[in-house]
């Protein structure tokens, strides 16, 4: 295998990683979970972005102090030890396949535009979730540069919605902003901050997935933090001006009922023809981030099992270097999650989702803080990583929170069971690297 198949991302799918991630099914559906909390969620834009920029700066830091390292769970191994950084690692995982669920139900909601009988009932939506999953998961067995490619297409695609949505609200703007004006949205309240801050959150996760999957990535060193830092600066600009424009563009209520906000508000301004452009290229997009997400899902196991702090059928991969074990494993959780909650709403299931991912996610930039503290590395930037980080996760409510940290407990067997079965063969630095590949 050479070296562009073993790592077949540059700087452009390094950034298509990092960018298709985060657009997909956030800025999809976050118009109407955010519009009841009017400029409290506005704010929380702003704060996210500050928070999700201190955190970057604290994993480039660490990705440039060990260039060798494969992953930012790889350094806070190497920091913090074994055991802490597979937890962290496990954390991460379970927040990327419960995120499937949300991703891949999002992907449905915009496709049902097009042919209702698919979101007729909760049970229909979520049979058409996992057959999306399955589909995502076929092509990523056929190895990361395929995935690599279908990414960098669907980032470009994704792309399109947005620009539309930029276009009317700057026309709105340039005709004297009165739309905006209109109708009246609920003032600031500190006491509603935190809340809100944690759901805008979960549509930033996924500017870490070029660390994450800087294993595949040529001169990680160099391409992982230029994509890190562009791919986040890009994505938050877009989600302050399109999320908060539509939200002060229409009546709290009417954002707040929409199934496809971002359809409806297209088509409200531009007509049906056109809001149903924007529905297909937006669940273009949540397919896109779906991908990405899923080739992360195999990569992390893969990495751990390397590290031995996982059995090693985890690092079992086919002739393309997939590890097929921990893909399938991966994709079968996150179809059990989506049918489990069939008989609730989508909306009911979204909103739970939305905590649960951001709550189990927030322990790498936790982990990575601590580490950075640890190791003298942007200490000051660590400080405010972390108040930020345990500021989202006590947001996320204590349900979330609770079954986030029951979720990771469940990997301490599986550490020490891999640690007993390959005892007699110590794990070097080249391995412990490979952790969080």
Same mark, same amino acid.
């Given at each position: 295998?050479?070296?562009?198949?073993?790592?077949?991302?540059?700087?452009?799918?390094?950034?298509?990683?990092?960018?298709?991630?985060?657009?997909?099914?956030?800025?999809?559906?976050?118009?109407?979970?955010?519009?009841?909390?009017?400029?409290?969620?506005?704010?929380?834009?702003?704060?996210?972005?500050?928070?999700?920029?201190?955190?970057?700066?604290?994993?480039?830091?660490?990705?440039?102090?060990?260039?060798?390292?494969?992953?930012?769970?790889?350094?806070?191994?190497?920091?913090?030890?074994?055991?802490?950084?597979?937890?962290?690692?496990?954390?991460?995982?379970?927040?990327?396949?419960?995120?499937n669920a949300i991703i891949s139900l999002t992907a449905i909601r915009y496709l049902g535009q097009f042919w209702p009988p698919l979101t007729a009932t909760p049970l229909a939506s979520s049979i058409g979730a996992v057959v999306l999953i399955w589909l995502?998961?076929?092509?990523?067995?056929?190895?990361?540069?395929?995935?690599?490619?279908?990414? &960098? $297409?669907?980032?470009? =695609?994704?792309? !399109?919605? +947005?620009? @539309?949505? %930029?276009? *009317?609200?700057?026309?709105?703007?340039?005709?004297?902003?009165?739309?905006?004006?209109?109708?009246?949205?609920?003032?600031?309240?500190?006491?509603?901050?935190?809340?809100?801050?944690?759901?805008?959150?979960?549509?930033?996760?996924?500017?870490?997935?070029?660390?994450?999957?800087?294993?595949?990535?040529?001169?990680?060193?160099?391409? &992982? $933090?230029?994509?890190? =830092?562009?791919? !986040?600066? +890009?994505? @938050?600009? %877009?989600? *302050?001006?399109?999320?908060?424009?539509?939200?002060?563009?229409?009546?709290?209520?009417?954002?707040?009922?929409?199934?496809?906000?971002?359809?409806?508000?297209?088509?409200?301004?531009?007509?049906?023809?056109?809001?149903?452009?924007v529905a297909a290229f937006a669940a273009i997009a949540a397919i896109g981030c779906l991908n990405g997400w899923i080739l992360l899902q195999g990569e992390l196991p893969l990495g751990m099992s390397r590290a031995g702090v996982l059995p090693r059928w985890a690092g079992i991969t086919n002739r393309r270097d997939?590890?097929?074990?921990?893909?399938?494993?991966?994709?079968?959780?996150?179809?059990?999650?989506?049918?489990?909650?069939?008989?609730?709403?989508?909306?009911?299931?979204?909103?739970?989702?939305?905590?649960?991912?951001?709550?189990?996610?927030?322990?790498?930039?936790?982990?990575?803080?601590?580490?950075?503290?640890?190791?003298?590395?942007?200490?000051?930037?660590?400080?405010?990583?972390?108040?930020?980080?345990?500021?989202?996760?006590?947001?996320?409510?204590?349900?979330?929170?609770?079954?986030?940290?029951?979720?990771?407990?469940?990997?301490?067997?599986?550490?020490?069971?891999?640690?007993?079965?390959?005892?007699?063969?110590?794990?070097?630095?080249?391995?412990?690297?490979?952790?969080?590949?």
């Open positions: 295998m050479d070296a562009t198949e073993k790592r077949p991302f540059g700087f452009w799918m390094a950034a298509a990683l990092v960018v298709g991630g985060m657009i997909g099914s956030g800025i999809f559906v976050l118009p109407a979970q955010l519009a009841p909390y009017g400029w409290t969620g506005a704010a929380a834009w702003l704060f996210c972005t500050a928070g999700a920029l201190v955190i970057a700066v604290v994993l480039t830091r660490l990705a440039a102090s060990m260039p060798r390292a494969s992953g930012a769970v790889a350094i806070c191994a190497e920091i913090l030890g074994p055991l802490p950084g597979m937890l962290i690692g496990w954390a991460y995982w379970v927040g990327v396949w419960s995120a995502l998961t076929a092509l990523n067995l056929r190895g990361a540069k395929a995935a690599g490619r279908f990414q &960098v $297409v669907t980032t470009a =695609l994704k792309l !399109l919605p +947005l620009i @539309a949505v %930029l276009l *009317i609200i700057g026309g709105l703007a340039f005709s004297g902003g009165a739309q905006f004006r209109a109708a009246p949205h609920p003032a600031f309240e500190w006491d509603q901050l935190t809340a809100a801050v944690t759901l805008a959150f979960f549509a930033l996760i996924g500017f870490e997935g070029a660390s994450i999957a800087a294993e595949r990535v040529r001169d990680p060193a160099r391409n &992982v $933090v230029r994509a890190t =830092l562009a791919g !986040l600066v +890009l994505t @938050a600009l %877009l989600y *302050i001006v399109v999320c908060s424009g539509i939200i002060f563009a229409l009546p709290e209520k009417t954002a707040a009922d929409a199934a496809a906000p971002m359809a409806m508000f297209v088509a409200t301004f531009w007509g049906n023809d056109a809001g149903l452009a997939v590890p097929v074990g921990p893909l399938v494993v991966a994709s079968t959780l996150a179809s059990i999650l989506v049918l489990s909650n069939a008989s609730k709403s989508t909306g009911a299931l979204l909103d739970f989702m939305l905590r649960l991912t951001t709550a189990s996610t927030l322990w790498i930039y936790i982990g990575a803080c601590i580490a950075a503290l640890k190791a003298g590395i942007a200490r000051p930037f660590a400080v405010l990583g972390l108040i930020f980080a345990l500021w989202a996760l006590w947001g996320s409510g204590i349900q979330a929170g609770s079954l986030s940290i029951a979720l990771i407990a469940v990997a301490v067997p599986l550490y020490f069971l891999a640690r007993r079965g390959e005892s007699p063969r110590a794990v070097n630095n080249d391995e412990a690297e490979q952790i969080f590949g």
